[in-house]
Nanobody
Framework: QVQLVESGGDLVQAGGSLRLSCVAS????????MGWYRQSPGKQRELVAA???????NYADSVKGRFTISRDNAKNTVYLQMNSLKPTDTAVYYC????????????????WGQGTQVTVSS
């Protein structure tokens, strides 16, 4: 069964950086698109970044130029490097497989990981 474990969330000051990791098991990782999503209290879960099996990336407009998604297929791991963090980045960040579409942003696929909390103080 597919399992996803996120880590790397922390409390950081505005302008700081964090690197999130998500380790996948129970799937052929190299053929899966992967995504990072986040959810803040009172808000819907939203796409942060996604990466296809071929390395194509997608980012939310709010994080372009600041966040970078990458993957290491040998380690079954997807990363999210977050720089220049803002208080508005505060959320629980989740990892999941993602599905690409021609006419809409990549959508997540169940199951989700447990999430990792990112808190950015001003």
């Amino acid at each position: 069964q597919v399992q996803l474990v996120e880590s790397g969330g922390d409390l950081v000051q505005a302008g700081g950086s964090l690197r999130l990791s998500c380790v996948a098991s129970g799937t052929i990782f190299s053929i899966n698109a992967m995504g990072w999503y986040r959810q803040s209290p009172g808000k819907q879960r939203e796409l942060v970044a996604a990466i296809s099996s071929s390395g194509r990336t997608n980012y939310a407009d709010s994080v372009k130029g600041r966040f970078t998604i990458s993957r290491d297929n040998a380690k079954n791991t997807v990363y999210l490097q977050m720089n220049s963090l803002k208080p508005t980045d505060t959320a629980v960040y989740y990892c999941s497989r993602a599905r690409y579409y021609s006419d809409r942003p990549p959508l997540p696929c169940d199951p989700w990981g447990q999430g990792t909390q990112v808190t950015v103080s001003s």
